[in-house]
């Protein structure tokens, strides 16, 4: 996602295991970053909503998703890494 202030959004996301369910959880932890950021909520904020967010959906053990962000100026090109959910 690029934003009208010369910023970058990039997102990776892998959900645990294989098949349409580790893809509809991956596609929803890209979905409510995509969707916490364009409501204007800051960077540090959105990272906490989103874990407590997948954790509380996370239906056990059974299943987590990893975030790993990269919010991108590309007038300055400096560059913030942000991971949820794995080893950094």
Not at 10 to 24: K, P, T, V
Not at 29 to 35: P, S, T, W
């Amino acid at each position: 996602m690029e934003y009208k202030n010369g910023c970058c959004l990039l997102a990776l996301s892998d959900g645990m295991g294989f098949g349409a369910r580790a893809r509809e959880e991956s596609s929803f932890a890209v979905d409510i970053l995509e969707q916490f950021f364009d409501a204007g909520f800051d960077k540090d904020t959105t990272v906490k909503l989103i874990n407590s967010v997948l954790l509380l959906r996370g239906g056990g053990a059974d299943l987590f998703t990893t975030l790993d962000i990269c919010w991108l100026n590309l007038h300055s090109g400096d560059a913030e890494f942000i991971k949820i959910g794995a080893v950094e």
